[in-house]
Nanobody
């Protein structure tokens, strides 16, 4: 089992920045991929960005050049630096990890609201 605790969401004006953090605990040695998804009202969750334990990153086209994902393996923590935020980035952001057994765990979600 892996537990995830997110922090860093909130309200920001368009053009501003936010940093999301997600700390994993439990069976962290089994984690391979760490990442972030977001969910708009009435929509399915969509990938924002993820990073492998080797450091390979993957971004949604809509956030490339504006968001940066990173991880600190010593702290079992993944970060999402979000800059040049737009109102259309407003969503609930979920931290997620995948293990070597391809099992996925989710955080509780954190609201990010970008005002125009």
């Amino acid at each position: 089992q892996v537990q995830l605790v997110e922090s860093g969401g909130g309200l920001v004006q368009a053009g501003g920045s936010l940093r999301l953090s997600c700390a994993a605990s439990g069976s962290t040695s089994r984690i391979t991929i760490m990442g972030w998804y977001r969910q708009f009202p009435g929509k399915q969750r969509e990938l924002v960005a993820d990073v492998s334990n080797g450091g390979t990153t993957n971004y949604a086209d809509s956030v490339k050049g504006r968001f940066t994902i990173s991880r600190d393996n010593a702290k079992n923590t993944v970060y999402l630096e979000m800059s040049s935020l737009k109102p259309e980035d407003t969503a609930v952001y979920y931290c997620t990890v995948q293990t070597i057994l391809f099992r996925r765990y989710w955080g509780q979600g954190t609201q990010v609201t970008v005002s125009s």
